[in-house]
Nanobody, 122 residues
Framework: QLQLVESGGGVVEPGGSLKLSCAAS????????IAWFRQAPGAEREKIAC????????LYGPSLLHRFTISRDNSKNRAFLETDDVKPEDTGVYFC???????????????WGKGTQVTVSS
């Protein structure tokens, strides 16, 4: 079982940089695929990216979200999501999730954090 806590949200100016962190506690972190999702106001939750466990292979969501880069540090039980070009439409709550799913299927995500709010505004 994993517990996940996101951090790094806040108010960011358009065109600025953002780095979110997902800290995990529990066993076998490196066995889990980690995904980042976001939910904008009034919109459905969407997957931004996913990174597999030991091999570190990555999968990304819609092309519009390819401004983001996902990474992980298994030695620290952390995963990250970052971009250096935030846009107003990136405003929303960002969640990390973990699951034993090689394909990074949404339905395979077993554990979820509570989310961190990101607001892009000048």
């Amino acid at each position: 079982q994993l517990q996940l806590v996101e951090s790094g949200g806040g108010v960011v100016e358009p065109g600025g940089s953002l780095k979110l962190s997902c800290a995990a506690s529990g066993k076998d972190f490196d066995a889990y695929s980690i995904a980042w999702f976001r939910q904008a106001p009034g919109a459905e939750r969407e997957k931004i990216a996913c990174i597999r466990g030991l091999e570190g292979g990555t999968l990304y969501g819609p092309s519009l979200l390819h401004r983001f880069t996902i990474s992980r540090d298994n030695s620290k039980n952390r995963a990250f999501l970052e971009t250096d070009d935030v846009k107003p439409e990136d405003t929303g709550v960002y969640f990390c999730a973990a699951g034993l799913t090689y394909l990074c299927a949404d339905t395979g995500m077993e554990y979820w954090g509570k989310g961190t709010q990101v607001t892009v505004s000048s």
